[in-house]
């Protein structure tokens, strides 16, 4: 049986707002169920473990291998 989190742990695990979890959601970015009594009521969403992992895993970045400046990183110009 897979293993399922609710909205609100996801968020407190991200350490971001319900919210924006609920907008990851809706704009199909994170894969959710809906298990609320009736379709027409407020959504109740679970996601799969499985799931969040895959989530997590497509955002993940590496370094990149060519040094690019930080915004507001200033340089010593040289004038000749």
Request: proline fraction near 4%; avoid cysteine; glycine fraction near 4%.
């Amino acid at each position: 049986m897979r293993s399922y989190r609710t909205t609100a742990a996801v968020a407190e695990l991200l350490a971001v707002t319900t919210d924006k979890v609920t907008d990851l959601i809706r704009a199909g970015h994170l894969p959710a169920v809906n298990v609320a009594l009736h379709e027409g009521g407020k959504a109740r969403w679970r996601i799969a473990e499985e799931d969040l992992e895959a989530f997590l895993a497509s955002r993940r970045t590496s370094p990149s291998s060519k040094h690019t400046p930080k915004r507001g990183t200033t340089y010593k110009r040289r004038y000749y």
